[in-house]
């Protein structure tokens, strides 16, 4: 098989200058709090996207996918606005844009750039932000820039939130540059300081079962960013700084100063927050029954108060947990893409089938499955 160098070379007809790949992610829990400052427990999973790039000596950018065989997106750094652009092509579009609207130290030149998606798209496992933050890597070492994990994270995330438009939080671009073999990140995203959790089930006999109900969701739509609207709404009612400065019992006492809707999304992004730190705190201790049941209470937060999940995502979990998982939940944004569920090993064909039964019992499309230890962020292969 050819590799992304000798695939680039016929491409451009000019070997690349740097490769780099970053990985997709899982969260474990702490589901739609990343913008609100909560901590969550994300992990980096096997599955990258690799991009191959080339400066050119004229200022124009062509942009080439593997996936997309008779696609060349072609623009100059000169017409770079938002919201411009082949929409598979605005991720890499908005990272060039944000490097460009740095200070002007970066002499930035024309890109010839190919791109290996591998992870699954709208499968909510973050292809965007391995497609951006691949980018970013690429460029932050062809360039010379310098830029730390941190401050890759805050550039790759205003790529979405302003070229894309996408008004998503910080955990994806986070764990996607610094993800950790072997661990869980807890990230603080007020800061984006880190501890790496352990965890490693495969020596309690279990798996974590990525389960992509291959239902598509649509987050540039309305929902999530209604959702978001919806916390910032609780804070500014609350007079706080943000929902991480509440505890769930003052939440509580001073919910009656909320309408019905913001209260119930609210009480989810509070409780979910304590979610994420007593699961760090069973996790320590290996307690993965415990964990279980904190992932059970995650799903039905975002289900029954948050209500970002769907049918399909409520039949893989409920069948997950009637079949024996420990636990299970949707992940990511929601109104599709993946559950996980936490299973014993021996149980896994077991479950799948039961899933894969209940899917064409309701008429829905076969879902996939996928499973992956928690992998490394970001690198340069090249
Ligand atoms: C999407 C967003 C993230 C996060 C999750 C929900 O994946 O990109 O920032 O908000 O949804 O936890």
């Not at 970053?22 to 994300?42: F, K, M, Q, T």
């Not at 438009?165 to 661990?183: T, V």
């Not at 987050?219 to 706080?240: F, H, N, P, Q, T």
Request: contains cysteine; hydrophobic residues 45%.
């Amino acid at each position: 098989m050819e590799t992304l160098a000798q695939q680039f070379s016929s491409y451009f007809s000019i070997a690349p200058d740097v490769i780099a790949q970053a990985p997709g992610r899982v969260n474990l829990i702490g589901e739609h709090i990343d913008y609100s400052d909560g901590y969550v427990l994300p992990f980096a999973i096997k599955d990258v996207t690799m991009v191959a790039i080339s400066r050119r000596d004229d200022r124009e950018i062509h942009i080439r996918s593997i996936q997309r065989p008779g696609d060349l997106n072609l623009t100059s750094l000169d017409e770079l606005s938002p919201q411009t652009g082949q929409i598979w092509a605005r991720y890499p579009l908005g990272v060039i844009w944000a490097i460009a609207g740095l200070d002007d130290q970066h002499h930035l030149t024309g890109l010839n750039i190919l791109i290996d998606g591998k992870v699954p798209l709208g499968a909510g496992l973050s292809s965007s932000a391995a497609l951006e933050c691949s980018i970013a890597t690429a460029l932050n070492e062809l360039f010379d820039l310098n830029l730390s994990l941190t401050e890759l994270a805050w550039l790759t995330q205003r790529a979405e939130n302003d070229y894309v438009g996408m008004p998503c939080g910080i955990m994806d671009q986070s764990i996607s540059l610094m993800g950790k073999a072997g661990s869980a990140l807890l990230l603080d995203t007020r800061d984006l300081s880190t501890e790496a959790i352990p965890f490693e089930i495969a020596s309690a006999g279990l798996e974590l079962l990525i389960i992509d109900t291959q239902a598509h969701h649509a987050l540039v739509d309305g929902g999530y960013a209604e959702r978001r609207a919806s916390c910032e709404k609780a804070v500014a009612d609350l007079g706080i700084t943000s929902l991480r400065d509440i505890s769930v019992d003052d939440f509580y006492a001073q919910g009656t100063l909320l309408d019905q809707t913001t209260f119930i999304r609210a009480r989810h992004a509070v409780t979910e927050m304590q979610r994420v730190l007593d699961a760090v705190a069973v996790l320590k201790a290996r307690d993965f029954i415990s964990l279980g049941k904190l992932l059970n209470q995650s799903h039905a937060s975002l289900r029954d108060d948050y209500t970002v999940s769907c049918p399909e995502l409520d039949l893989a979990v409920s069948v997950s947990q009637s079949q024996g998982a420990l636990g299970a939940r949707m992940v990511g944004g929601g109104f599709g893409g993946s559950a996980i569920a936490l299973i014993k090993v021996e149980s896994a064909p077991k479950i799948r089938e039961a899933i894969t039964t209940a899917f064409a019992k309701h008429g829905f499309t076969s879902p996939r499955f996928f499973n992956s230890l928690p992998s490394d962020g970001a690198k340069i292969l090249h």
